[in-house]
């Protein structure tokens, strides 16, 4: 017998609707989850498991008496402990702010608060999003429900393993240079980072305010779909917010993919890659291929010199957010967050202006080879998930620092703010393969179809990890109550 937890959202609310599950029954075997196996994986940081029960049951009163109501009604979500929540903490992984409760709600929050869904609590966070590994929290090290000893990558790896580990449908997160897109490689899951300006980042504690983006970490593209028709569109609290019409994404997932021109950049995406990581997205390429896309090989120039740019970009603004605090509780920082901060004082305001040329420059660049191909698509990260002590990596020989390697192909399209999904193409060594999709600035709609078109005729994001080992070894589970706030 399938269980709840099982369920992907788009059959659990055909279940809701049909009144063959109700909110209450969903919630439970999450909540079960959660508790057998959550001390493992350390996703959540606070579970609001009695708000979530009270919210449950008055979903259920209205499911009963045949009210109408969306599609993501009664549905539950976790929510990366970086979006601000009303009454419940939010501590961004830092001992900083531990006992911090907002008094708003995060737009992200409010919006799927709106469409009926029901918060289960906060998701473990690398230290203020400010890492690629989720090692570096106040609430202790995520871990890959596809193998224990690895990271789930970041900074959203406590989303990541949640929906990985059947503890959660979806979940929010935030991409500064890969932060949802990473995770969901490593865990095999799909994720989204939209347009820049697509989803209001209002609310959200902010890495780096001109990077930023609010995504989503969910099973299947059709999922995440299902999402972004409910967080996209204008808002007023966030400056950078797109007022543009928000497209029926579920519909627009329907149609073929013939004629779809897939752009593959090789330089640098595919040749600082792994072997069977390369192996594994070509496959996926083929693929495509055989559902009617043409392949044209592409090159963006001056690529390579993202990394100094993103990195200019992130420790200028980050050493601002942070200031005045620094100067006061710098004891509550972790040393390493604390040293990049730090070194954010040090980025000369040339450095800063040159760092924005370039992001200019590349958008240009990016465009350009966009008016000769629809789509790029590559790995998501050019190696598999990395142990969580080891801080190298080997690739063609080479020796490079497992931070560096994670985001390589993720942060430029930070940079450019392009909309871009990760979704699992495959498996190398009993780890996840991720290949990413990018696209033209707010052709979501377009994105989603070819990652949809793709899951349609594979299996891959059908997968997931084996834990019945952690069940025969006799998991502890939590007391929910001490993560719960009072």
């Not at 994986?41 to 606070?46: E, K, S, V």
């Not at 299947?220 to 028709?229: P, Q, R």
């Not at 330089?267 to 896309?293: H, P, W, Y």
Request: net charge negative; hydrophobic share 40%; with cysteine.
């Amino acid at each position: 017998m399938t269980e709840p937890w099982e369920l992907d959202l788009a059959t659990m609310s055909e279940a809701v609707a049909s009144r063959r599950l109700l909110p209450t029954e969903i919630l439970a075997s999450f909540l079960q989850r959660i508790e057998a196996f959550d001390d493992t994986f350390r996703a959540f940081i606070t579970v609001t498991k009695e708000a979530a029960q009270k919210s449950a049951a008055r979903a259920d009163a209205t499911v009963n008496r045949s009210q109408s109501h969306g599609p993501l009604f009664g549905l539950p979500i976790g929510h990366k402990d970086v979006l601000c929540t009303t009454g419940t903490r939010t501590t961004a992984g830092s001992m900083r702010l531990k006992d911090w409760i907002p008094d708003r709600d995060a737009t992200a929050v409010a919006r799927l608060a709106q469409a009926g869904m029901i918060s289960l609590g906060k998701l473990n966070t690398h230290e203020f999003a400010y890492g690629s590994t989720n090692k570096v929290s106040l609430h202790g090290a995520t871990r890959n429900p596809w193998d224990t000893s690895r990271t789930t990558g970041g900074s959203s790896g406590g989303s990541a393993a949640a929906v990985a580990a059947g503890l959660l449908p979806a979940a929010t997160g935030t991409d500064t240079g890969g932060s949802v897109r990473a995770p969901s490689a490593c865990c095999g899951l799909t994720g989204l980072k939209p347009t820049y300006g697509r989803i209001s980042r209002y609310g959200a504690v902010p890495l780096s305010w001109s990077l930023d983006h609010v995504g989503i970490v969910a099973r299947t593209v059709f999922d995440a779909s299902m999402l972004l028709e409910a967080l996209a569109g204008h808002d007023l609290l966030d400056p950078a917010s797109a007022n543009l019409p928000v497209p029926p994404y579920v519909e627009s997932l329907s149609g073929g993919i013939e004629g779809v021109r897939i752009g593959v950049p090789r330089r640098m995406f595919f040749s600082q890659a792994q072997d069977e990581v390369v192996d594994t997205v070509d496959s996926a390429i083929g693929m495509l291929r055989n559902l009617g896309a043409r392949t044209v090989e592409v090159e963006i120039p001056d690529i390579e010199k993202y990394r100094a740019a993103s990195l200019a970009i992130v420790l200028a603004e980050a050493a601002d957010y942070h200031a005045d605090e620094l100067r006061t509780e710098s004891h509550l920082y972790s040393d390493e967050v604390r040293e990049y901060i730090e070194l954010g004082d040090h980025v000369l305001a040339k450095d800063y202006v040159r760092a924005q040329r370039y992001r200019q420059m590349l958008g240009e660049s990016m465009r350009a080879v966009l008016n000769d191909a629809d789509y790029l698509v590559m790995p998501t990260v050019p190696i598999l998930a990395p142990l969580l002590d080891e801080d190298s990596c080997r690739i063609g020989g080479k020796t490079e620092s497992v931070d560096t390697a994670l985001l390589r192909n993720t942060e430029p399209f930070n940079l450019t703010g392009l909309p871009a999904l990760a979704l699992p193409c495959g498996f190398a060594h009993g780890l996840p393969v991720s290949m990413q999709i990018v696209g033209r600035p707010f052709d979501e709609a377009g994105v989603l179809r070819l990652g949809h078109a793709y899951q349609m005729s594979t299996d891959w994001h059908a997968a997931r990890p084996d834990l019945s080992n952690l069940i025969s070894a006799g998991t502890k589970p939590f007391a929910a109550s001490m993560r719960t706030p009072s």
